[in-house]
């Protein structure tokens, strides 16, 4: 399969080389800075993409943003949809983590 993952961080840093490692095709989007996404990209086995090209030609799009991250996250979600390359059979899969007290007894 075909993947996009934007963003690199703990979640989409962690799956992308896996996916790399199981012979799929891994493009990824972290930043808008060439030589800093070429870098995490060759690290973790993947393909560097702007954020244009991570959404082409791919089977799955995963949105891999912080949970604090909702604002840009909700204008991605928009935007990808609307994209005229964006087929009814591609999804959106969204990795977050939900950050939890240091001492649960205290919610």
């Known amino acids: ?19 790399v490692a199981a012979s799929h095709t891994v493009k990824i989007n972290n930043s808008n800075d060439a030589e800093r996404l070429k870098a995490r990209a060759e690290e973790l086995g993947a393909i560097p993409a702007t954020s244009k090209e991570v959404v082409k ?11 604090n991250a909702a604002a840009i996250r909700d204008t991605a979600i928009v935007e990808l949809s609307a994209l005229p390359s964006y087929p009814s059979n591609e999804e959106i899969v969204e990795f977050n983590r939900r950050l939890f007290p240091k001492n649960p007894k205290s919610v």
Do not use: E, N
Not at 1 to 19: C, L, N, Q, V, W
């Open 1 to 19: 399969m075909r993947f996009g993952i934007i963003d690199t961080g703990a979640i989409g840093g962690t799956i992308a080389p896996k996916m």
């Open 57 to 67: 030609d791919v089977d799955v799009i995963i949105l891999s943003l912080p949970t």
